[in-house]
């Protein structure tokens, strides 16, 4: 309760006038979220009690990164030290008709930002899971070798010293080394800007029913990977999709590729929350390999 203290204090010598009032607001398990009310009348979003402390300045530059992109809504960083972020508050409206419309055109348009190199200047956090996007030479200029060792690989080997990795997920890996180019083969593109970590949680519709990103797990990736995650759980609506091939088609064999980038994801849920996902993971990873 002091720390707490010591925080609202913080962000009243911020803001140069009293927070008036605080309301807890339903979010993830990754920190406190709450609305700030100061005694002018205006409001923001403050995240709180995390329990790394560079979380906040890597969901920061994350936000940031986006935001230079100009194409798709992101909330304010405000301020931003180990103990707290602020945020702008995002007004929340409902979704028009030709909200997931907008949706898959803003979010193509995000991944036309791109970049010369894999990966992004510092790692940072997917979920509560450290995410490396720090790489030598060769991954940076190669999918494959960054896919496979910076994503793939650091998730089963942090599930391996959890004891959750059987002899189904063992064989696999050790086959997939060697299929990995085959796997990916034809999706060859340049690094494009990435969300990171884009599922029905981390989006909202603002009051003029345009799509804000928040949480972001930021780095420059091959694009497949943002969209295989949408679909991960139940997927987004279908104009969502249409909408974004119409403005920058995918490669061919996307649907092919499909499983190994969610695999990335499945692998980071069991390392997270458990066995429930292993089952999963084996089943992801062997559609390319039986």
């Not at 009348?41 to 986006?66: I, N, R, W």
């Not at 008709?97 to 790692?123: E, N, T």
């Not at 650091?154 to 059987?166: P, R, S």
């Not at 695999?263 to 429930?276: A, R, S, T």
Request: aromatic residues 14%.
């Amino acid at each position: 309760m002091e720390k707490y203290r010591t925080i609202i204090s913080k962000v009243e010598d911020w803001a140069g006038q009293k927070v008036l009032s605080t309301k807890s607001i339903g979010g993830g398990c990754i920190s406190k979220a709450e609305l700030l009310t100061f005694e002018k009348g205006s409001t923001c979003f403050m995240k709180t009690a995390c329990s790394a402390p560079d979380v906040f300045e890597k969901e920061a530059k994350g936000l940031h990164e986006l935001k230079k992109a100009a194409c798709i809504r992101v909330p304010e960083v405000l301020f931003v030290d180990q103990d707290c972020l602020l945020l702008e508050q995002i007004h929340l409206g409902e979704q028009h008709f030709d909200f997931f419309s907008k949706f898959g055109r803003q979010l193509a348009r995000l991944h036309q930002y791109g970049a010369l190199r894999f990966g992004f200047p510092q790692d940072n956090y997917i979920g509560k899971t450290p995410q490396i996007n720090t790489c030598n030479k060769v991954e940076a200029e190669n999918w494959c070798d960054f896919y496979y060792n910076k994503r793939l690989l650091y998730q089963y080997k942090l599930a391996e010293a959890k004891g959750m990795v059987g002899p189904e997920l063992k064989n696999g890996f050790i086959l997939l080394e060697n299929r990995i180019e085959e796997i990916l083969e034809g999706s060859e593109e340049k690094p494009a800007l990435l969300h990171g970590d884009l599922w029905s949680g981390n989006f909202l519709c603002d009051s003029q029913s345009q799509p804000c990103l928040i949480d972001p797990a930021v780095y420059y990736g091959h694009r497949e990977a943002e969209l295989a995650m949408t679909r991960l759980f139940g997927g987004f609506d279908a104009s969502f999709y249409s909408s974004y091939q119409n403005t920058y088609p995918l490669p061919q064999g996307y649907d092919y590729r499909q499983n190994i980038y969610m695999l990335y994801h499945v692998l980071n849920h069991l390392n997270l929350f458990g066995n429930n996902y292993y089952g999963q993971a084996v089943k992801l990873l062997w559609s390319y390999l039986d």
